[in-house]
């Protein structure tokens, strides 16, 4: 993190370069991102509103490829704190540990502006700590990103779905798909805005198989003593979510601080 000691003096229209640039998930720049996912559910299973928690650290270190394309693998390291119905059907007792870890891998162009897209393939493994923190299955399947970058606006979507291929012969077999849809009003060093993640289960029928949130946050990249960080507060409120159990509110809070590439000058 000493990497932009060479130049104390970063600037607004500096921060306000990287920033932009951090938009595109192919950015040419190195970033570790810490997510915080605080979460609010509610259902037929259980009694009440129960609180789980999802902490990720996801490295996100591109290698180019040619004249302007990126190539990038970036896994996400999950810590989870869900209910652990088993012990407990009210959902009261809490499990913590070691979720599974995801990686999505994409190639394409990193510009800053204008159209950008990517694509790829994207993997789980099954590295929970314990049964009720994750799936039990490998799984992979494909990536993909489009994004156009303006002056003013930031739109963009991104897809993952996974198929399980492996694994624990007792748990059940797994078809999901996440999408990210993104739509942000850029102020400089600043945006407000949207990104939720809508979730599929296809083993699911009708309401049960969708989470669909909305949300309105704000962020802003800054400079902390010699070096630029990105940070996040998003609150995301469910219009569509399952029955049984589902999550009503997700609260995301988000550090990404700048490091420095070998690749770049």
């Not at 190539?71 to 809490?94: H, I, M, S, W, Y």
């Not at 790829?120 to 923190?133: D, H, N």
Request: no cysteine; hydrophobic share 40%.
């Amino acid at each position: 993190m000493s990497s932009f000691a060479q130049n104390d003096s970063i600037n607004k229209a500096e921060l306000a370069k990287i920033s932009r640039e951090l938009d595109n998930p192919l950015a040419k720049r190195w970033s570790l991102v810490f997510q915080e996912n605080i979460s609010i559910n509610s259902g037929n299973l259980v009694e009440g509103e129960v609180i789980s928690n999802t902490f990720f650290f996801q490295p996100a270190l591109p290698i180019p490829v040619g004249n302007n394309a990126v190539f990038t693998a970036r896994p996400v390291f999950p810590l989870v704190t869900q209910p652990n119905f088993e012990e407990d059907p009210t959902g009261n007792t809490k499990k913590t540990g070691f979720g599974d870890i995801q990686m999505a891998t994409l190639i394409g162009p990193g510009n800053a502006s204008g159209w950008v897209w990517g694509a790829g393939a994207s993997f789980v493994f099954p590295t929970a700590s314990s049964p009720e923190l994750g799936r039990g299955k490998y799984q992979a399947g494909p990536a993909f990103m489009l994004f156009h970058l303006g002056k003013y606006w930031t739109k963009g979507l991104f897809v993952q779905q996974w198929w399980s291929y492996a694994g624990n012969n007792m748990r059940n077999d797994v078809s999901t798909m996440d999408f990210q849809y993104v739509f942000r009003r850029n102020f400089g060093t600043m945006s407000i805005g949207l990104g939720p993640t809508v979730s599929i289960d296809w083993t699911k029928k009708g309401k049960d198989a969708v989470t669909f949130p909305i949300g309105l946050g704000i962020t802003k990249t800054v400079k902390m003593g010699k070096f630029p960080v990105k940070m996040r507060f998003e609150p995301q409120y469910s219009l569509i979510r399952p029955d049984d159990y589902g999550n009503i509110w997700n609260i995301r809070i988000q550090i990404v601080p700048v490091i420095k590439s070998p690749f770049l000058d």
